[in-house]
């Protein structure tokens, strides 16, 4: 049964707050996939107070913490979670730095991501336009690196603000401390949740974009007669891209991209190449060569639209490489599907497709 708790935050004594905790809570709720058990707590943060009560109220309990934003790249198991689940709701939007070129802002972990690229685009602020309608929060961003239409979010972050569940205290990281890659960060991987990210900072340029962008980029603005690459074409142009490409998660229960595009030696690169002709490939500067993973499941037999009826689980019908859950009864549906997905890709190239959400 959901029951709701009150929590009563004290500083020297002194009742200062008060925390709502929820108990059972259907997780199902909590991420885009709309799976999942039951969790046995859940609380929203909407100030630094509140993280660090939420923090302590879970250690007094001896429960574990997992943060998230709005489960946009989450997928909870069956069998439920057992600790403390935070919703990350810190809200905040602030210049801090201004030059001739440059404007830095800082803003809250818990914002919408769109809303807030939206809003510097309306400024006439460049820098994250490529990533409009990424799904998801803004601190959840540096988390898996987020990257789209040829822009990541590591090419304009300047810092990260984080608490640190171990010691106790807010930390500022700068970019180059978080081992940003495609798709990865501290955040994912040595450090994956000891830290709550609270606020980011942006490097956003009052220039212009210039070319070359994106091909499909370049075709929106061939397509539309556009002569003038700015940060509101740009934005323009990924929202009709995407929308066309992709399901939008308030309709379509999915994750985004299920997998990352694989990155493979030479030498299976080049086997690859000669047996598959017209297989995309991009060659990396340190002679790896980076697949596509939606080619390479619908070669594996699984074309855009796929539907299986064992499972409940289908794949969009624009894109391969996003998992939809029509009428799945559980994650182990979910779990089912992806790996007839993995064995058949295995099977056909040697590749172990990597798995962007997290199930936890
Ligand atoms: N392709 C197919 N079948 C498909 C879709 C794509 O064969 O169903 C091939 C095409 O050859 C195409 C190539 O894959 O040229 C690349 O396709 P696309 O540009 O759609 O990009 P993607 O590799 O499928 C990645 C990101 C997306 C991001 C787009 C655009 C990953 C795992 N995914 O997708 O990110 O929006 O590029 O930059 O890197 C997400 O993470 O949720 C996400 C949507």
């Known amino acids: 049964m959901l029951t709701l708790y009150f929590y009563l935050c004290k500083r020297k004594r002194v009742i200062i707050a008060i925390m709502y905790i929820l108990e059972n809570v259907p997780l199902s709720g909590l991420s885009t996939m709309r799976l999942g058990g039951i969790g046995k707590f859940q609380c929203i943060i909407e100030n630094k107070d509140e993280l660090k009560d939420a ?25 439920g979670y057992d600790g403390l689940i935070i919703v990350n709701r810190l809200p905040g939007f602030e210049i801090t730095e201004n030059d001739d070129d440059n404007v830095y802002v800082t803003i809250g972990a818990g914002e919408n991501w769109d809303y807030i690229v939206e809003k510097t685009v ?11 309608l990424i799904p998801g929060t803004v601190g959840a961003t540096p988390v898996q690196n987020v990257g789209a239409y040829g822009r990541e979010i590591s090419d304009v972050l300047m810092t990260v603000e984080a608490y640190d569940i171990n010691n106790l205290e807010f930390i500022t990281f700068m970019s180059s401390d978080l081992e940003l890659g495609y798709r990865t960060s501290i955040f994912k991987t040595k450090d994956k949740d000891r830290y709550i990210i609270s606020s980011i900072t942006l490097r956003l340029s009052r220039i212009n ?3 070359p962008f994106y091909s499909a980029i370049e075709s929106y603005f061939k397509d539309n007669d556009l002569v003038e690459y700015n940060a509101d074409n740009i934005r323009k ?3 009709e891209i995407r929308n066309s490409k992709l399901p939008n998660p308030k309709i379509t ?47 594996a037999g699984f074309p855009k639209g796929y539907k299986d009826p064992e499972t409940g689980m289908s794949l969009w019908k624009n894109q391969a490489l996003v998992l939809v859950n029509e009428n799945a009864k559980s994650t182990q549906d979910l779990i089912d599907f992806r790996n007839k997905i993995l064995i058949s890709v295995k099977e056909l190239t040697g590749i172990n497709l990597k798995q962007e959400p997290e199930i936890i």
């Open 55 to 79: 923090v302590n109220w879970a250690r007094e309990k001896q429960l574990s913490i997992k943060v998230i934003g709005d489960g946009s790249n989450v997928i909870w198991s069956d069998s």
């Open 122 to 132: 309306d400024m006439g602020l460049s820098g994250i336009e490529q990533l409009s």
């Open 253 to 299: 229960a999915n994750n985004g991209s299920f997998f990352q595009n694989p990155i493979v030696d030479q030498e299976l690169g080049n086997t690859l190449v000669k047996r598959f002709g017209n297989i995309p490939h991009w060659r990396l500067e340190n002679g790896e060569v980076k697949l596509s993973a939606a080619w390479l499941i619908e070669k």
């Open 237 to 239: 142009a990924v929202i």
């Open 209 to 211: 974009p210039m070319p």
